[in-house]
């Protein structure tokens, strides 16, 4: 088990790297870069960037373990088919109208190279904040027998928590790990943390990666 609040991942302690999967949720240039999107509209990218070492250990533990590790990247269709005259609008009074951000196959589209992607990794594009919406992620889970997510990325407030809210009403259990994740805004960034203790755990359980690691290294101790 990993030690978590407010109980210890999983509930009912049968933590097993064949059915978890480490999710990290839009580790992209538009996010992180100091010319990118969420700089652009005035947000200090620095706050996602110090995340981006606590990520690294992460990935590279679940992998020694033998966790599935998905990214996600938000964006829209090259062509902008998916841009609803609404979100059209918000671009617009956000100043970036019809600027080449948040669109795939452009170069604020990418993760970013700090992040260690390899081939066998799952990468999800996705249009909305949440990674279920309009895109294959929960087929995706089912047919490789996965149970248990363990969140990461950006923001805390939006898509990390917008992503989480969705998976546990799809029933996965869920721990999103307080330092690899991060907001614009620290206040959002902590409530959207504190919310997720409430009512007993309604959004599952939260750790720090020292003790998602801790915890992830006795899989790897029982499996020798």
């Avoid at 509930?11 to 996010?31: C, W």
């Avoid at 805390?156 to 330092?179: G, K, Y």
């Amino acid at each position: 088990m990993i030690s978590a609040k407010p109980f210890n991942f999983p509930y009912d302690g049968n933590l097993a790297a064949k059915s978890t999967a480490l999710i990290v949720i839009d580790m992209q240039q538009d996010f992180l870069s100091e010319t990118g999107y969420f700089a652009k509209q005035g947000y200090d990218p620095s706050r996602l960037r110090s995340i981006l070492p606590v990520i690294s250990k992460l990935i590279a533990t679940c992998r020694d373990v033998g966790i599935r590790i998905i990214h996600t990247r938000q964006g829209y269709r090259s062509d902008k088919a998916d841009m609803t005259p609404y979100e059209k609008w918000r671009r617009n009074i956000c100043g970036i109208g019809d600027a080449n951000v948040l669109v795939r196959g452009s170069p604020g589209f990418e993760i970013v190279p700090e992040i260690d992607v390899r081939p066998d990794d799952i990468i999800i594009d996705k249009t909305c904040n949440s990674s279920f919406t309009y895109t294959d992620l929960e087929h995706v889970l089912h047919a490789q027998d996965i149970t248990h997510l363990i969140f990461t990325g950006c923001t805390t407030d939006v898509c990390v928590h917008t992503s989480l809210r969705e998976a546990c009403d799809r029933n996965f259990q869920c721990l999103t790990v307080s330092d690899a994740c991060a907001s614009g805004d620290q206040y959002a960034h902590e409530a959207a943390l504190h919310m997720i203790t409430v009512e007993n755990g309604v959004f599952g359980t939260i750790s720090d990666s020292y003790s998602v690691i801790n915890g992830l290294s006795k899989i790897r101790n029982c499996s020798q």
